[in-house]
Structure formats: structure tokens, C-alpha cells
């Protein structure tokens, strides 16, 4: 078992339970190289490798943990073998085995192979048992014994026959599921260059009004434009990346980040008589994060909070270090406000409010943007909101602990 709290090891090692009473031993090597019981007498079970392809950060979170406490504790008749693999150091196994997410448990042995993705894992191998356990039975039995046709058992050819339409359906599934999810990247790639191409527009607007000079206009000019050209390489890259693999995390200031987006959104707030209230501590720790896609996070928000507070409304951002491991930043408006039945909705793809769809621009992908990006993190973003009462939106940021530092 692994202490709590503590991530899960990725490598070739493999987590065995081989019928003997009280037995639980990692096996040295890879799926390929399965090591049989070393006990002669004990009784012959039919193997199950399984291969858990789970990030670092996936690894330390409980439905992955409670997976594999799982595995290692329970006794469901076979011989079982788990490999964990992490995807940034094999990134081949997502095309392999054609993974449109993870983490993700694959059933390699008995065939036909079967792909489990997402944050219910523990379930679904849960679900899927007792038909492996079914099959299990009756393949002990033989190929000549067959059940009786009148007591309407089914026999081990139709179980598998039955068993392959399942997992046929489930890779049509998945394929579906991956379209859509490059569909969805495709989206919010495309959002994010009206970031800066705005910043690029409200700074020629102002060196036009002469409340910035050339070298402050060249400045966000070639910072815009390096947005740009990362963006072109992310869309480059739809077709064959998953989302996740798009980010750089790396130890980063978050108060400068939100001061600098603040800044840049200075055309959207001045002039209009709004109240902007900043709550930034100077001892903040810094935090675990894309700093590009952070950034990105602030922008969307604090555009959102502009657009929908009216001419001497307010808007107010702070950012606290609420625990030893999170950053919580809230950007609040005096805006119209959020129905509580739609404060789950409105950070789905393509989602835009009626009660404010025909007097504001948009697409509706915005905050399915911030959503992914700090699901993406670890984090989670939230809505506290009251019709006519505006609202204000929550993220958390994971602080900088050492994460991926060699």
C-alpha cells in the first residue's frame, strides 16, 4: 500500500496476485516478460495484465490510488499483473492503444483488449469483473462441455462473441471521443488568438491616442506576436496531441502574471467609472503552472468580469494562499449574475447565457477554456453567483513544491 498522499510510482514493475494466501509481489519486468507462479502444486489461474498509463499527477489522485490498492488487495480469481506507465515518458502508448485520455487502464490479457479512460476507473473495472470472472468459469470447464440449451446459459463462444460487440462498441466510442476532443481543442486554440490579437489592437488604439509610446507599443507588440506564433504551433499540433500535452508547467510568480493582465486589458475598465479592486499579497508563494496558459486563465475572467459590469459597477480580484498546497484566486463582478441552474452549464463548450447573449459578444468557449486549463493543473474553477447580484469565479493553483524539478 502507499502512504496517503504520496503518488504512485510509474515504471515496468508489475503488481502481482498469484492465488497464494497473503501474497502480494512486484515482479521485476515488463508486461512481455510475465513471470509464472514459482509454485508448482498451486492451482493454474488464467492471467490478467493490465497496463495503467497515468501522469504524475494523476497518480497521486484517489480514484488511481484507490485502483490500485485494489488490485492488490482483492482476489477475483485470476493472476494479475499491473503495469504503470507514465505518458510523457512513453508517449507512444497513446497512439498504440489509440488513448484520447488518461489516466487509462487496458486489459491486455484475456484478449479481446479493452480500454477504460477517465476518473471512474475503479468502477469501471469494477462493472467489467464479473463477466471476465464469468468467462473465467466457463473456459475452466473446456471446450468440449457446452451448457444445456434449455436452462438458457450461454456458452463460452457466445460470451466472447458478446464480449468482442462491447469492446467494438467502446473503440467506436473512443474514436468518436477522440473527433470531438480535437474538435474541442481546434475551439479553444482558435479562442485563445483573440487574446492577442485584441492586446495587439487596444495597444495601437492607445499609441494612437498617445497614452503609450513606441517602445511600450513594440514591447506588447513582439510579446502578442510570440503568442501568436506559439498558437499556430499548438493548432499544428491538433490532430495528433492531446490537450494535456500542450502545457508547460514550470515554477512561475503568480502577482505579476494577474497585475500584467490587468494591465493589458486597460482599455476594457479606464475611462468607464469602475471601482477595480486588487487583492495581491507581496509574500504569495509561487505556484506550479503554464505560465502561457495561466495567463490565459486571468485574461478570460477578468474580460468576462469587464464585459458584463456596468459603467460604475466594480470588479474585484484577489488571490490568497488558502492552504500548504493550493492558491485560490477569485475575480468577482457587479454584472448581471449567474441563475443557480446554470452555474454548472456555462463552463461546457459552446455555452452562452440568454439572459445575455443578445447584448454581449462571444462564442461561449471562454470558460470552457479556464475550465480545462486548471483541470488540466490539478486545480478546479468554480462560480458563487445571485441573479443581479453579479458573480465572482474561483480557480485553484497548485503551489510550487519541488514538481518536476530533476
Same mark, same amino acid.
Given at each position: 500500500? #502507499?502512504?496517503?498522499?504520496? @503518488? ?24 512481455d516478460g ?15 495484465k493490465l ?5 504524475? #499527477? ?13 488490485l ?8 494479475v ?10 508517449? *507512444? ?33 469494477r ?49 468518436i ?5 480535437q ?7 482558435? #479562442? ?13 488604439? @492607445? ?7 513606441q ?11 510570440d ?49 477595480l ?11 506550479y ?30 488571490i ?7 492558491i485560490?484566486? @477569485? ?10 441552474? *446554470? ?33 488540466? #493543473? ?23 513544491d ?5
Amino acid at each position: 500500500m #502507499h502512504p496517503a498522499g504520496d @503518488s504512485i510510482p510509474a515504471g515496468n514493475d508489475l503488481i502481482r496476485r498469484d492465488g497464494t494466501e497473503g501474497l502480494e509481489a512486484p515482479i521485476q519486468g515488463s508486461v512481455d516478460g510475465w513471470a509464472e507462479p514459482d509454485d508448482d502444486d498451486s492451482p493454474q489461474r488464467r492471467r490478467l495484465k493490465l497496463l495503467l498509463v497515468a501522469g504524475t #499527477h494523476h497518480r497521486a489522485s484517489a480514484d488511481v490510488r484507490s485502483l490500485v490498492a485494489f488490485l492488490e488487495r482483492e482476489d477475483f480469481g485470476f493472476e494479475v499483473g499491473l503495469e504503470l506507465a507514465d505518458p510523457a515518458q512513453r508517449p *507512444e502508448l497513446l497512439e498504440l492503444h489509440r488513448l484520447v485520455a488518461t489516466p487509462a487502464l487496458i486489459k491486455l490479457e484475456p484478449a479481446p483488449k479493452q480500454v477504460f479512460a477517465g476518473n471512474m476507473l475503479l468502477q469501471q473495472l469494477r462493472n467489467w469483473l464479473p463477466r471476465w470472472q464469468q468467462l473465467e468459469v466457463v473456459s475452466g470447464l473446456g471446450m468440449s462441455l457446452r451448457p444445456a440449451e434449455s436452462d438458457g446459459s450461454r456458452t463460452q463462444r457466445e460470451l466472447q462473441l458478446e464480449d468482442q460487440v462491447l469492446v467494438l462498441r467502446q473503440e467506436n466510442e473512443t474514436l468518436i471521443e477522440r473527433l470531438r476532443g480535437q474538435e474541442r481543442l481546434l475551439r479553444m486554440v482558435a #479562442h485563445e488568438l483573440r487574446t492577442p490579437l485584441t492586446a495587439s489592437k487596444l495597444a495601437l488604439q @492607445s499609441l494612437n491616442l498617445g497614452q503609450i509610446d513606441q517602445t511600450r507599443f513594440r514591447d506588447v507588440l513582439d510579446r502578442r506576436l510570440d503568442d501568436i506564433e506559439q498558437l499556430s504551433k499548438d493548432l499544428l499540433e491538433v490532430g495528433t496531441t492531446r490537450w494535456e500535452a500542450l502545457f508547460n508547467p514550470q515554477r512561475i510568480a503568480l502577482g505579476p502574471l494577474a497585475a500584467e493582465a490587468i494591465l493589458e486589458l486597460e482599455k476594457r475598465w479606464v475611462g468607464r467609472g469602475l471601482e477595480l479592486i486588487t487583492d495581491i499579497p507581496s509574500d504569495l508563494p509561487d505556484v506550479y503552472a503554464d505560465q502561457r496558459r495561466m495567463r490565459q486563465v486571468f485574461l478570460n475572467l477578468l474580460e468576462n468580469a469587464f464585459k458584463y459590469t456596468p459603467d460604475g459597477g466594480k470588479v474585484r480580484m484577489a488571490i490568497f494562499h488558502r492552504t500548504s498546497q493550493w492558491i485560490e484566486v @477569485s475575480v468577482c463582478d457587479s454584472g448581471p449574475g449567474i441563475p443557480v441552474d *446554470e452555474q454548472e452549464r456555462i463552463f461546457q463548450d459552446r455555452v452562452r447565457l440568454p439572459q445575455t447573449s443578445s447584448t454581449t459578444s462571444g462564442f461561449g468557449v471562454g470558460l470552457s477554456v479556464c475550465r480545462r486549463i486548471t483541470e488540466v #493543473h490539478g486545480g478546479r474553477i468554480w462560480v458563487v453567483s445571485e441573479p443581479d447580484e453579479g458573480a465572482c469565479f474561483y480557480f485553484t493553483v497548485p503551489v510550487w513544491d519541488g514538481q518536476g524539478a530533476s
